[in-house]
Structure formats: structure tokens, C-alpha cells
């Protein structure tokens, strides 16, 4: 679960609800939760020390939103085992990486061009780096709950790249 984008769907399902709706599908439920409508940016360990603050700009569907961004320390999640009752966790391992998030207006599967931009450190300007893509959907509870789009890139010394979906 080290990926930003699922992240930013399970970090807003903790934040705003535990309830649960019921589906189509009998004896199914699905998670009452709103889905974040934002790009995430990731910038890979290699490349973080480079980078002190980002701007990012999204267009999509003919509007465009920017804004600087705050740039959170990334982790990964490292399992901590399940107890004899069968309840399982895990911790935030730090992992070297950044993570920001700029929140959109709206998102769709139309393709949509990010633009990020940025000052390093010691407030050196960054390239300006721009990538056109599709925003990804995904199935994260089950295709009788529905879908999620996830707009995620990743930002390293080679540019910026779409997140894959595992």
C-alpha cells in the first residue's frame, strides 16, 4: 500500500467516514466514503533532496487549477503481523520519498496535462516538467462498489511519469 494514489483514497476514507452502505450485491458492503479529486505527485527518494517546494498545475476538460503544494515526508507500510483473534496492522515506515497533493475542482477519464514545477533547497529553480495522461480507474473494493479514479504522478531525475497501477 506504498503507492500515493492508494494513499489518498484510504488516507480520505479514514478522514470521513467508518460507515458502511449497502450495495446491489446481497450480503456485500462498500465503504460510505467521498473520493479525493486530486493529482498526486510523488517525488522519488533518488531525486528528494533536490527538491525543496513544487508548483502544480492540472488541466483538464478545458480548466486549470494550480497552486503550490505541501510536500509530506513519504512512507511505506510495513506489516506488523495479525494477532490470534485475526486482527492484523501495520506501520508508516519512512521511505525517502515527498508527497504532495493538489486538489481538483473535479476529475474524469479525459486526458489532462500536469505541470510541475518547483525551487530546490537552497531555492535553485527547478525544470518545469509536463506530462499528458489519462487519469487510471480502479475496482480498490470491488467492482459492485464501484469505481475510483486516481490521477498520480511521479516526479524523478528523469522527469515526470505516470504512476502505474499495481
Known sequence: MHKPGRLLV???AALLSVFVSACDSPGS????IAQATA?????????????GSLHVRACQDGTC????????????SVDSGCNPEGACSATASPD????GVLML?????????VTVSGTGPEGSVMPARTLEFRPQ??????????RVLSASVILDDAGLHQQARP
Open 10 to 12: 484510504l488516507s480520505t
Open 29 to 32: 458492503a462498500c465503504p460510505a
Open 39 to 51: 493529482v498526486s505527485v510523488t517525488v522519488n527518494a533518488g531525486y528528494a533532496p533536490k527538491v
Open 65 to 76: 487549477k494550480e497552486a503550490d503544494v505541501e510536500l509530506r515526508l513519504g512512507s511505506t
Open 96 to 99: 525517502g520519498t515527498k508527497f
Open 105 to 113: 475542482d473535479a476529475l474524469t477519464e479525459s486526458p489532462m496535462a
Open 137 to 146: 480507474a480502479a475496482y480498490p473494493f470491488g467492482e459492485q462498489c464501484g
